[in-house]
């Protein structure tokens, strides 16, 4: 399989009023198409940072980035907003959607920026929607809708471009169990039936629990990599007892 993010060698300082803090440090990560991938660690592990790096919204100090083929480290911001449009998909906690424009027309939006013909738009939100079974919610606006039916909706809009890499960051934060576990079992679908690449940051277990394999960040260095292998419950104990050597307290399962 090919690779669809590779990023070396990755260094991020942040420096204000003389003092400077190192974020991430000598960062070397491989992700490959249809792998689900979890970042976790501790709070000012340098997660977020790291998503930030590889999402575009920020960039590193030293090292490379390189995206279905693209360093992203090297292009101006057209390109990157291009790049970000149509590479990248994005599923945040808060799902991000726009309360003046209906459940499909958020869907629809990235479609309607890259100037898509109307009749693929169409059949792509069709096919999306019972997909992920909100097609009785099209017509509403976001504050009409669940929760949980928000965020499958967001998740339609970030794969509605079929992109490179599906960035998620800690996409169940702020739904209730069940609707959590309907998330998660949401995106492990979508990598398996279509092979969509995902890289997840969560700091929850039972939500890593979903992943093929994750990468634990400590003082912004890589400390450990999990790799799927047995049950889902087994592959969850695995993760608490990384996590206890991190000092992270979790909820039981």
């Known amino acids: 399989m090919n690779n669809v993010l590779i990023a070396k060698n990755l260094r991020k300082v942040y420096a204000s009023k003389g003092v400077t803090y190192t974020a991430l440090q000598d960062i ?3 992700i490959k198409e249809g792998e689900f991938i979890g970042i976790m660690g501790p709070s ?7 998503l930030n790096i590889i999402s575009t919204i920020d960039t590193p100090s030293s090292g490379s980035v390189i995206i279905a083929g ?3 480290t090297k292009m101006n911001e057209d390109k990157l907003s291009s790049f970000r449009r149509n590479k990248l998909g994005f599923v945040f ?3 991000n959607l726009l309360n003046t424009l209906t459940i499909k027309e958020n869907i629809v939006l990235p479609l309607a920026l890259s100037k898509t013909n109307h009749r693929e738009i169409e059949k792509r939100v069709k096919d999306l929607s019972e997909k992920f079974g909100i097609e009785d919610t099209l017509n509403k606006y976001p504050y009409e809708v669940s929760g949980g039916q928000k965020q499958r909706s967001a998740i339609a809009r970030a794969v509605i471009t079929r992109p490179s890499l599906l960035l998620a960051d800690e996409p169940t934060g702020a739904l209730d169990s069940k609707s959590s576990a309907e998330i998660l079992q949401t ?3 979508l990598n398996e039936d279509d092979k969509a690449t995902i890289m997840m940051v969560t700091h929850d277990a039972f939500a890593a629990s979903y992943c093929k394999r994750i990468l634990f960040i400590k003082d912004g260095t890589l400390y450990a990599e999990l790799v799927k292998g047995g049950s889902r419950k087994e592959f969850f104990q695995k993760i608490l007892d990384v996590l206890s050597t ?4 979790v909820a039981d399962m």
């Open 246 to 249: 991190l000092g992270n307290t």
């Open 70 to 72: 693209d360093d992203i």
């Open 93 to 95: 906690q808060d799902y």
């Open 187 to 189: 995106l492990s679908d």
């Open 28 to 30: 070397n990560l491989e």
């Open 44 to 50: 000012g592990a340098g997660k977020t940072t790291l």
